[in-house]
T-cell receptor
Framework: KQEVTQIPAALSVPEGENLVLNCSFT??????LQWFRQDPGKGLTSLLL?????REQTSGRLNASLDKSSGRSTLYIAASQPGDSATYLC????????FGIGTKLQVIP | NAGVTQTPKFQVLKTGQSMTLQCAQD?????MYWYRQDPGMGLRLIYY???????DKGEVPNGYNVSRLNKREFSLRLESAAPSQTSVYFC?????????????FGSGTRLTVV
């Protein structure tokens, strides 16, 4: 059974800092891995999708990497801003999608 | 904007009442899903529809029924609501093919059962 773990559960950083969010999964047989952002009381917004054949994806200040063999993905956020404050979830897909519980990020002005 | 539309956004039910949550997508996706999100438990799959005309149980199907009305629409019904069904419900869709695409989520329905 696939399990997805995100550590830490919560993170607080000062504005401008570069940061890394971690996602680990137990079964390396995946089609893709997706990072989402969820604002309080809102739905999930897709940030980056990495197919199993890819090593990383970039969008603006965000960079996500994937290491299938070690069962790990990282989401790198450069020059963090207060507007980045949200919960970040990762999800892996094989025959079904398994979500992590998320990392709650607070960027302090 | 293209995406997944859920209605209603908020609902309060009394125990034993029934209701249907509606979901529609305009991206021509084949697969649709219903999730519930509870604090500390993450997203849990209730039901899914891999393609038009098919539905299957997910992780927590008890107390729910679904209908894939057509390719665009996938509804979730609570026949007799219970306080344990208080949650935030999300509908999602995805294109499943040779290279599975990611999920697109609706904005959610916040349901309270009293």
């Amino acid at each position: 059974k696939q399990e997805v773990t995100q550590i830490p559960a919560a993170l607080s950083v000062p504005e401008g800092e570069n940061l890394v969010l971690n996602c680990s999964f137990t079964d390396s047989a995946i089609y893709n891995l997706q990072w989402f952002r969820q604002d309080p009381g809102k739905g999930l917004t897709s940030l980056l999708l990495i197919q199993s054949s890819q090593r990383e994806q970039t969008s603006g200040r965000l960079n996500a990497s994937l290491d299938k063999s070690s069962g790990r993905s990282t989401l790198y956020i450069a020059a963090s801003q207060p507007g980045d404050s949200a919960t970040y979830l990762c999800a892996v897909t094989y025959q079904k999608v398994t979500f992590g519980i998320g990392t709650k990020l607070q960027v302090i002005p | 904007n293209a995406g997944v539309t859920q209605t209603p956004k908020f609902q309060v039910l009394k125990t034993g009442q029934s209701m249907t949550l509606q979901c529609a997508q305009d991206m021509n996706h084949n697969s649709m899903y219903w999730y519930r999100q509870d604090p500390g438990m993450g997203l849990r799959l209730i039901y899914y529809s891999a393609s038009e005309g098919t539905t299957d149980k997910g992780e927590v199907p008890n107390g729910y029924n679904v209908s894939r009305l057509n390719k665009r629409e996938f509804s979730l019904r609570l026949e007799s609501a219970a306080p344990s069904q208080t949650s935030v419900y999300f509908c999602a869709s995805s294109e499943v093919g040779g290279t599975p695409s990611g999920y697109t989520f609706g904005s959610g329905t916040r349901l309270t059962v009293v």
